[in-house]
């Protein structure tokens, strides 16, 4: 007996150092070890045995299955080991490759434009207001001086919702809510940019377009007067347009100024001399501006009698345009990868290379950009 259970005990052993794997490894376990086990069935016949030797036998297997237990679990841990091996080999990522290129987004054009206006005033001490696109007829003309019927309305198609909300056709509205909102009584020195809406679309017109709106309100005695409102706008201008532009003042009228001004700014495309940007005139006409009417001072709280200032408007579109050389001002509403993409650069990288040219031919503009190149020559 004792003879079978060592021929079990090395048969086993073999089987079990010869074994390639997991699978391999749990059919030894059952041929020796499971309910029908080699090992196991001698356990069952050992009722012929007398009652002396029972106990011997008994713990020898006993003994022999520890050990054949312990062997195959060995074994099972060397099997995953070597599997994890295998996997985490097969598996290994070679950090040393380059890495694919991310393209991230860029900053709109326009979005541009209003950070570097809003920076600018608010280094000049503004405050940034925003207010409502869905506006009331009250706020966008009624309060600026331009009653119903009044002909001036008509300069300004508007898109009405009802009777008494429109889209507002201009970001003056908000001077109308500062005023009410400071209650007559304080200063005001305010900006605001957004969105405003036409019924028109062209090359140089869309329906929906962005303003900048400045307001200054003071005591009288503070004297806010025609000579600081031409000292901001040409802080202004010089920053967005360039450092050597000129203003010029022209009269002009809108209902909410008195007197109104639309000013000039010197072309800087041709520097003056005159070219198909300024129609040869050497100046482009850039915004609205004025000395605020007390009617509208008046009608929004404040006494004309103690407190004056001025006012100031602007397209913020024409002069990304400007800014950029772009051409068609549906290019900044019309999501097409390939124009954006020339935004996906630091501000100092297009402004170097974003070149303006004229084609003498169709006298259209035509922007170089030798972006494109530099970046290939820098790999
Ligand atoms: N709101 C005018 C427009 O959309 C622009 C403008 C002109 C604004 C004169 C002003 C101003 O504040 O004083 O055409």
Request: net charge neutral.
């Amino acid at each position: 007996m004792k003879q079978a259970i060592e021929n079990i005990r090395q048969q086993s052993i073999l089987e079990i150092e010869n074994s390639k794997d997991l699978k391999e490894l749990n059919d030894i376990r059952v041929k020796y070890l499971g309910k029908k086990g080699e090992l196991t069935s001698v356990l069952r016949g050992m009722g012929a045995l007398s009652a002396e030797e029972r106990p011997i036998i008994g713990s020898l297997v006993n003994v022999v299955k520890n050990e054949l237990e312990e062997l195959i679990s060995g074994k099972e841990e060397q099997f995953k080991q070597e599997e994890m091996n295998r996997k985490l080999e097969s598996e290994r990522i070679d950090i040393t490759l380059p890495s694919k290129k991310i393209k991230r987004g860029s900053k709109h054009p326009i979005n541009r434009t209003i950070e570097e206006i809003e920076d600018l005033f608010v280094s000049m001490g503004y405050d940034v207001i925003s207010g409502p696109e869905l506006e009331t007829d009250e706020y966008c003309f009624e309060r600026l001086n331009l009653p119903e019927g009044h002909p001036a309305r008509d300069m300004q198609d508007s898109f009405y919702i009802t009777n008494k909300y429109l889209l507002r056709t201009q970001t003056s509205a908000v001077q109308a809510r500062t005023m009410i909102e400071k209650g007559g009584k304080e200063p005001i020195r305010m900006i605001c940019t957004g969105k405003t809406y036409r019924r028109e679309d062209d090359a140089t017109h869309s329906h929906q377009f962005n303003q900048v709106e400045g307001l200054v309100i003071d005591k009288k005695e503070n004297n806010v007067s025609l000579a600081d409102l031409k000292g901001t706008l040409e802080v202004f201008v010089r920053k967005m347009l360039g450092e050597n532009s000129e203003l010029r003042f022209r009269p002009s009228y809108f209902p909410f100024t008195e007197p109104s001004y639309e000013v000039d700014v010197s072309c800087f495309n041709c520097g003056g001399k005159g070219c198909p940007l300024c129609k040869k005139t050497g100046w482009i006409e850039i915004l609205g501006a004025g000395i605020v009417h007390p009617n509208v001072l008046k009608m929004n709280g404040y006494d004309p009698e103690l407190y004056g200032g001025f006012a100031f408007g602007t397209g913020i579109d024409r002069l990304a345009m400007f800014k950029y050389g772009i051409t068609d001002m549906r290019y900044l509403y019309g999501n097409d990868y390939r124009f954006l993409s020339q935004f996906d650069r630091k501000d100092w990288f297009i402004q170097t290379y974003l070149i303006i040219k004229m084609k003498k031919s169709d006298k259209s503009f035509v922007i170089i950009i030798i972006m494109d190149l530099v970046e290939k020559r820098r790999g």
